[in-house]
Each structure stands twice: as structure tokens, then as C-alpha cells.
């Protein structure tokens, strides 16, 4: 598909392409494809109050109802999976199947959120008190503030606004400013299912902001936005994280991982391989659960890594939108600036590198491709802390299953983990209480690719955060407790006696 089609199959016409203030690079050439018109402090608290309207209306509608709004939704998504794909791959470097895979994760939470529009419910709970009823119920929390990340451009999004949007809440969404046009997209496709739905959902129930950080700021420190959920770097997250507590609003953190795979004497080398090579290299190793680190047994080392290094010299990088490429472009300049530092400090403390160059800049002189690199570290470090945001996979070795446990955790994230074993003890003490640390702890697959149906997000600097599937369509309501008394006494909780006879 050629850009223009794209823009046109997405009605990204010029009135929202051309003339604005925030130029729009796509990573695969390093081409300015448009200019979109960033929105004022102004017109963002016109926006925040229309939500907070939108929200009074929507509450109102039967879930079961604002749940045939996201059918429509991804019933939609299913017709621009391509188009919306493409976009994907064009505006952040992602190549092609994982932009659509992207897009397919939006239809599965669509999918998930229609079955939740009619599972919302809450419990029965007995009552110390004759003829008493106790009850909680889950109500519409109202405006939810999305804040994403470049590399999840759309997925991040409708996961959010899915179940935000079943749950009785509106939305606003404060895309990266690296990625506006996906966003811009997107809205376009909302305001479709909008039109098919019918004029029970008010005009303003899901709204976009394109601003940079001051814009993701200004709806953070609103207190007309009781949900905050940001997606983004640790650094971000602990900023925003903290501003919210201090209007005591409340905050869903999706933030940075420093995944680990641990391979096993037994494990099966050729499904660890895959695990370990997908998890590493794909997205530019552009992914929250990227496979950043290794720890393989002894006694498989010298059959695992070898294949490892030849897999690592020999992967196709190239334009995303190129069917035989597996690794597009790193997001931007900085990004590879990032990368090579990272290389540098592992060079100085004894790290063997292989790859880590740029590439194909003759081809692309303003985009920025690169070698995936695996550094092999042999010296004393026997642990990598940082979050490097680009294709670096650090390999060591291990002797002792509890140590490379206790080392995979000793890193400030806990996103994704993942360990290769047919050993079914070592499987269950990884998935244990003294296993893996992380929100996620797979056995026998990769740290990256993770289903719609569980809760996703992780611990400690990853923010604590859970979205998507499981219980995680709480977190955008209000919890309830209601008691109700059909008797003609009014007894008092614990037994207390408040006499009045006297009065
Ligand atoms: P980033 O932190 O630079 O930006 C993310 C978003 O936050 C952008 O929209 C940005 O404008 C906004 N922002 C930045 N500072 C802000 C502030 N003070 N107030 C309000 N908004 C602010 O992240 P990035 O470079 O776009 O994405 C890469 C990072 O995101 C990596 O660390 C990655 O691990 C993480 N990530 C995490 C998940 C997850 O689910 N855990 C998913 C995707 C990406």
C-alpha cells in the first residue's frame, strides 16, 4: 500500500495531515510524511470538561448496550486491519505482521469488552445483621486519561478505551508525539462505529489530544480526570504516578521492563531458540517485553549460544514494509544514540560484542537501522539493571537454578519472564512464591507477545499496573458496598448497643 492509500483508507485528509505545528517522521526513511496541528492548553480544558459531560450521559446507557458500541468498533478494525497496519508500520518502524498483530490485539479487546459489557457484576455478601442484605456494586468512575508510548501506538489505546468505554467512562488520549497520525487514525475509525451506533452516545465520549509532554502534564494534574492510565518510560510513569497520588486520583502505570528468559539443562533448545530470537530482535527490540537478557545453563551454553550469534548475523533488517524484513528501524536518532552507550559501557566492563552497527544508511541516511546486538558477558558483571530501548540481548551463564532466579530479579522492573525447562519442578518453583518476581512468568514461551485474556503489567518500576483481560476491567470503575435492611429493627454492626429509650 502506498501512503496515500493508507491516508485515504484511514480518512487522514489534508485538513488533519498538513499545516500543523508537530512534524510527523516516519522511521523508515526518516521522511516528514505530515504536519498535524497540535491542540492549545485551552482547547485541552475544553476538552476534559466535555468529557466529564460525555461521562454524565454514557453512565446512563445499559452496559449491555455501550458494549454493541465496541462491537461496532471492531467490527470496523476488522475492515482497516490492513490500512491501520500499514500505518503502523510506517509512523513507528514496526514491520508489517507485527503492525497487524498490533491491530488484531485491538479487535481481541474489543471482542473481550463486548463479553464484559454484560459480566460486570459484583457480590452478595452475607450479613452479621438479621434481615439485612449486603451488596457491592461497580459503577462508571468517569474521565479516563490515556497517556501512550511510541512503540504500542494503537493496541495501548484500545485496550484503555474498550474497556473504559463498556465500564460507563469516557476517554481522552494523549498519544506519544512520535506517533500522532495512528492516533488521528483511530479516531477516525471510532467516529464511524459512533455514527453506525446511534445518538445515545454523546458526541464527546472519546477524545484526542496531540500535544507533547506539557499536554500529558495538563491532564495529569486535572482533577476532573480520576483515572490516569500512562504507558510509557519508568522515568514518566514515576512522575506521573506521583502527581496523580497527590490529588489522590488514581493511576494505572504500564511502564518499562528488563525482561529475562532462563534456559534450562533440559530445556528444548530449538523452541528456546525461537523464544529467545523473536523476544529479542522483534520490534527493533522496541517492546516493553523484549527479551533483554539470558541466563543459560552451563551445559547448554555452547550448543545455544552459537546458533544464537549465527541467527544474530544473519537476520534480514530492512524497510518494515518489506515482507522479508524481521527488523525494521530503530524509532529515531536518540534511540540509537541510547543504543551505542549501552554498548559502550558493556565493551568496558568485559562484554563481547557481536553486532550493535548501523546499517543500510547508505540505502536510508536519515533513518537509523541497526544490527541486533547479543553481548556476551563474561567478565565480572553478572547482571544488566538498565532498560536499553533497542535490540541488545546480554547473555550469561548460570550454574544454580535459585541464583539465576535471584538474578533475573535483581533488576528495579517486573514485567515479563520467562524460563525453558521440561523439568516440571523447576517449572513450578519459577511460577512460585520464590520464583519470578514479575507480572508475567511464562514456561516454555518467550517474555514478548502476550495474550488479550490475562492481565497484563508488572511490578516494582514497572508501576504495578493491569490491563486488558482478567479482573483488570475494575480499574475503571467505582466499587460500592451497599447494605440493606428489609427488617423492622435497626441492629448495629458488631453488635454495639446505642439505647434510646431514654430520649
Ligand atoms: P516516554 O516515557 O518517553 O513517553 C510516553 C508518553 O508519556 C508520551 O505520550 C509522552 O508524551 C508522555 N509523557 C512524558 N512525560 C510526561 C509527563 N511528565 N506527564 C505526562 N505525560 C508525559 O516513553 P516512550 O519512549 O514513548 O516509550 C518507551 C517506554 O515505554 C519504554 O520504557 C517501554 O518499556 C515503555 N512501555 C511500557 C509498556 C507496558 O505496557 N509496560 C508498553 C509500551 C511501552
Known sequence: MKINEIFSSLGLDESLTQGGDLPVTSPIDGAVIANVKMHSSAEIEQKIDSAQRAFKQWRNVPAPRRGELIRLFGN??????EALGALVSLECGKIFQEGMGEVQEMIDICDLAVGQSRQLFGLNIASERPSHKMREFWQPLGPVGVISAFNFPVAVWSWNTAMAVVCGDSVLWKPSEKTPLTALACQNIFAQAMEEFGDDAPQDLVQLIIGEKAAGEQMVASKKMPLISATGSSAM???VGTQ????FGRSLLELGGNNAIIVAPSA???IAFQGIFFGSVGTCGQRCTTTRRIFVHD?????????????Y????????LDENALVGPLIDKDSFDNMQKALELAKENGGEIIGGERTL????????????ALVEMTGDVNNVKEETFAPILYVFKYSDLDEAIERQNDVPQGLSSAIFTKDVLEAEIFTSECGSDCGIANVNIGTSGAEIGGAFGGEKETGGGRESGSDAWKVYMRRMTSTLNYSKELP????IKFDLSDL
Open 237 to 239: 510513569g514515576r512522575i
Open 76 to 81: 470496523i478494525l476488522r475492515d482497516k486491519k
Open 492 to 495: 448495629l454492626a458488631q453488635g
Open 244 to 247: 496523580v497520588a497527590q490529588r
Open 313 to 320: 548475523s544473519k537476520v534480514k533488517i530492512g524497510n518494515p
Open 268 to 270: 528444548d533448545l530449538s
Open 299 to 311: 551445559s547448554v551454553y555452547d550448543e545455544l549460544v552459537p546458533q544464537l550469534k549465527s541467527a
Open 361 to 372: 544508511q547508505d540505502q536510508y541516511p536519515d533513518a537509523y537501522y541497526v544490527k541486533p
